[in-house]
């Protein structure tokens, strides 16, 4: 299945060339005529790809929706399913070499923007993580091969982001307060080999006196740097990946200064993690989340 979760791409710039390829071939699809004229998958690679470049590939964020359920009163997203896209989809469904190969530009070309939408965002728990999470769980294997999700700046400070966000079937750090738990999205990246950054998006269609609060926020710094450090987790900088049955619980703390790890009691490790379980070992984040050390 190709998921396409997202708003309709824009802004593509037109290829003749790759038109005249797919307009042929989507005719002959169409009247079910086997031998009218070449297939695509006949096509050299080279050509496929630009074909794929055309049609996938967007020259703005794609920006895909996400909101609560204002009536369930649980934290949980819901992302719904955009039916008016203007990708062919009919096209990438018609054998499973297309759709691979379309799939692999589509997700490693474009810019993921999850936009939260909701009417009773001061009520509601905050679901920056678990909205990514689900984002990517709907994707399937091909999130391997996404390389940015964005969020804009100003819905992440609009009372979603800056809380305390724990999982709720992790005890480990059940008490612990102002913290951001990242364990099932980087256990997520573990198993599917994601090579994914998380970004924040400057603020648009904000009116202008709201942008300038919103960048002007002493928050801006906290966030940014929360991102930097889930971005460093991301890209292994503390080696966890090797630890991961072991790693029970990560958390970042929300002031930027760095976050915990939960330590199974059977823990069997070396250095720098240490071996006297059970145990929560900190770590501290320098030049702005980039740098992470024990």
Wanted: proline share 5%; with cysteine; hydrophobic share 45%.
């Amino acid at each position: 299945m190709f998921p396409f979760l997202l708003s309709p791409i824009t802004n593509l710039v037109p290829w003749s060339g790759c038109l005249a390829i797919l307009n042929s071939f989507m005719a002959c699809n169409r009247i079910l005529a086997v031998s009218c004229g070449p297939k695509f998958l006949d096509f050299p690679a080279e050509i496929r790809n630009q074909v794929y470049g055309y049609l996938c590939r967007s020259a703005t964020p794609i920006r895909l929706y996400f909101y609560q359920d204002p009536d369930s009163h649980i934290s949980t997203p819901v992302i719904p399913f955009a039916s008016n896209v203007t990708i062919p989809v009919a096209f990438f469904m018609t054998c499973r070499q297309l759709n691979a190969e379309a799939s692999s530009v589509f997700y490693s070309e474009n810019i993921f923007l999850l936009n939260r939408r909701t009417r009773f965002a001061s009520l509601m728990k905050p679901c920056f993580i678990s909205a990514l999470v689900k984002f990517l769980d709907a994707v399937g294997s091909r999130a391997a091969f996404i390389r940015s999700v964005v969020f804009e700046t100003f819905h992440l400070y609009n009372s979603v982001f800056l809380r305390t966000h724990r999982e709720k079937a992790n005890q480990f750090l059940s008490s612990t307060t102002n913290i951001l738990e990242v364990t099932v999205l980087l256990r997520q990246a573990w198993k599917q080999g994601l090579n994914l950054k998380v970004n924040l998006l400057d603020v648009a269609d904000v009116e202008e006196e709201r942008a300038v609060y919103w960048v002007q926020n002493p928050d801006l710094v906290r966030t940014t740097t929360v991102v930097a450090i889930i971005n460093s987790l991301l890209h292994e900088q503390l080696s966890l990946n090797q630890y991961h049955d072991s790693v029970r619980a990560i958390a970042i703390r929300l002031d930027g200064s760095g976050g915990f790890i939960g330590l199974a009691d059977n823990i069997h490790i070396t250095s720098p993690l240490p071996s006297h379980p059970p145990t929560i070992v900190e770590f501290k984040a320098r030049d702005c989340g980039k740098v992470l050390e024990f």
